[in-house]
Nanobody, 123 residues
């Protein structure tokens, strides 16, 4: 197991911002792909953003231009800066990790997951 622990979830109003963090018990400077995913009640888990070993990032269409994924290798921490939040962004947000350089937001490709942190956006 690779412990991952998310934090930073909160309740905010639409238009607000949040930054999620994910502490990883692994040297993320190595060849890992890290991702943020989310799941709203009654919906499937979906990819939000990923960041690969070389820093290449991908984003889901619904968050492009609003969310930014980043990582601090020295702190073994993954971040998700979320701006211009919308009610439809409300979900349980998970960080996940997979080994290797392939790095796309495919849920089934990630074997290691955190417990999630709740984000609620109100109108």
């Amino acid at each position: 197991q690779v412990p991952l622990m998310e934090s930073g979830g909160d309740s905010v109003q639409a238009g607000g911002s949040l930054r999620l963090s994910c502490a990883v018990s692994r040297n993320i400077a190595s060849a890992y792909c890290l991702g943020w995913f989310r799941q709203a009640p009654g919906k499937e888990r979906e990819g939000v953003a990923t960041i690969g070993y070389g820093g290449r990032t991908t984003y889901g269409d619904s968050v492009k231009g609003r969310f930014t994924i980043s990582k601090d290798n020295a702190k073994n921490t993954l971040y998700l800066q979320m701006n211009s939040l919308k009610p439809e962004d409300s979900a349980l947000y998970y960080c996940a990790l997979r080994a290797g350089r392939w790095c796309e937001p495919e849920v089934a490709a990630f074997p290691y997951w955190g417990q999630g942190t709740q984000v609620t956006v109100s109108t």
